[in-house]
């Protein structure tokens, strides 16, 4: 938009230059005028209003790009992020508990066997110790990983709930843009308006 305009200006100017060839300044009094003047004059205007609003274009397209489509690529990367949460999750939140308590249940009833026959011989073995402890060692083994998925659970929950908060950068990245282009309608508006009454005043509509 902003280069279209500053080739209106280019086709105003031109206008200008055509003007005597078109209309030549005739001798007598009744033709004599500066009509040509004013209407260049005229012309002008326009074509300052023209390389006005062009720069008011171009600040308002650095405008855009340098606020509102930088919020836009900040919401994009808390969608990213929350993405990337729950995949993180996904791979971190893998465990053995199931294999773990197939693993228990075995080495209980290993235990448990050799301790009855242990009993009936009045003896002990070595075997019976490692099976505890490795009961024992199965089972914290549960808790901890247990412990890690709620806390995986939490985390993701707690992210969540402050993800909710995006909802309004999305509010405020439409406010902001919806001012941003009333300002610069009032901008254009008062452009126009002044080119309006110099042209008013100034342009000659007939001799």
Known sequence: MSFDNLRFVDIANLF????????????????QSNDIGEINSGLSSVANLYTKSSQLLIDDSFLINT?????LKNYMDYLYSLQELFERSKRLSSNEIEVLNKRIKENESKF???VSE??????????????RQLIINDKQEIFQ?????????????????????TQYLISEIWLEWCKDRLKLQEKLVALYDNVNNELLSDMPTSR
């Open 16 to 31: 200008k230059t055509l003007d005597l060839a078109l209309y030549p300044m005739e001798k007598s009094s009744f033709l």
């Open 67 to 71: 606020k509102t489509l930088e919020k």
């Open 112 to 114: 448990k066997k050799l």
């Open 118 to 131: 242990e009993n009936a011989n009045n003896s002990r073995s070595p075997e019976v110790t490692r099976l």
């Open 145 to 165: 990983q247990l412990n890690k998925d709620w806390l995986i659970k939490q985390c993701c929950f707690k992210e969540y709930v402050m993800f909710q908060e």
